[in-house]
């Protein structure tokens, strides 16, 4: 074996190792922003034409295509924390993100990762509980710039959807 | 230094990478299948002679050597599941894992990994809970076909236990 | 390309893929020791000079800089499990951490990492609740013995903290 070819079935291992690593850090990337209220960064995480979606995993057994929240555009993400910062309806609350290990697969040039999570909320009071646990199922776009979504949907498990759902997940 | 050379000590670097991915992997697929209710899929991850164990943090401190659900094959995992279709006594819930990263160590050629969980259950109310807080100790067998529990034992941090616990965790 | 320039690309990549390995398996060791009881073992992930911090999220928004807990040196966290245990006045309990993907970045030479957790706490009664969310925001000192922690600042994301907070977190 010469170092040449060790090197050459090393390097495709290593793309792979690099890419897993890359949508970890794009999750939590993701989750740090939410979870420190830096909203204004969040469309930013999205390709241009990125697409996000809420729903939930009864809608998705049912054969429901439409979800609680659908947005088809990065600039409609960007709308959508003006509006958020705007009403400001919400009361002051924080959020933490802990998610899973991405279990990410290739086909056909496109990665998809499917990444389990839970959210607490904690309220200005203190009180904290558990608001929210699913899973994202992401199309990710991972090119020179960066790591970015293509489309993350996020499906819920509880069919109970807070109505003040505004903070993205 | 030469190419040879950088490329031997880089390859046994790859390989301790490649198995803890390879790890994180099949974690993330087994938490997968069974907050999918794909519950058919779970003896498969296991070896044909696998071992699942469920006991206490309390009993293990004790030294209690038999938990609350012994199977030694993968058959009666199998079996398990099968009774568990039939008799549908549980009430229609979910569940959502989320894992940390598993610590993995290697001896005699055995890898070993710990992983906390914490395991949510939600209703079909939509009410979410902690049901289960604890950690596998596992036993891998790594080969070409990939990653399977030699022996996967899961230790509850609390001595409540659901007499519903028919959902392997 | 050679074998030999592949290589010293390979290296520098394997190189920030070992150092993310190695700070996850230090946060999975620091969390199961304490998860375990094994408290005596904690002073043992900091440097000799390293510092320990808890505070909260609104402390920092707020510019104070002085925390809950304050520790400055390894000798101080011994001492503080001496104490703790002797005083032994918490009820019994027990620990289970969550920790996401440490998010690591480096500069100057010095690694830094963000790691976000939710602490559940199980009473000897078998109770389990969210006992504690935030992220650690860590110094990491990485060199031939091992990773260690240079600091760790814990940040808290509610404000209620529990006068028991004997636990290190």
Redesign the interface.
């Known amino acids: 074996m010469?170092?040449?070819?060790?090197?050459?079935s090393?390097?495709s291992?290593?793309r792979r190792?690099?890419c897993?690593?890359a949508i970890?850090?794009l999750?939590?990337?993701y989750?740090?922003a939410l979870?420190d209220d830096r909203l204004e960064e969040w469309p930013e995480f999205f390709r241009p034409d990125g697409r996000y979606h809420i729903t939930t995993?009864e809608n998705i057994a049912q054969g429901f295509p439409i979800g609680i929240v659908s947005a088809t555009s990065r600039a409609m993400l960007r709308d959508r924390i003006k509006a958020l910062r705007q009403a400001n309806v919400y009361e002051a609350q924080?959020y933490?993100?802990?998610?899973?290990?991405?279990?990410v697969t290739s086909q056909n040039g496109e990665l998809t990762a499917?990444t389990?999570?839970?959210v607490?909320r904690?309220m200005h009071?203190?009180?904290?509980?558990?608001f929210?646990?699913?899973?994202y199922q992401d199309r990710i776009a991972l090119n020179g710039a960066g790591a970015t979504f293509a489309e993350k949907v996020v499906v819920l498990?509880?069919?109970?959807v807070d109505t003040l759902l505004a903070i993205p997940l």
């Open positions: 010469t170092g040449e070819h060790d090197c050459s090393l390097s291992v290593l190792l690099t897993d690593l970890q850090d999750n939590a990337r989750a740090e979870d995993a924080r933490r993100h802990v998610l899973g290990a991405p279990r499917r389990s999570f839970m607490a904690i009071t203190g009180e904290t509980m558990i929210a646990t699913g899973c498990d509880s069919r109970l």
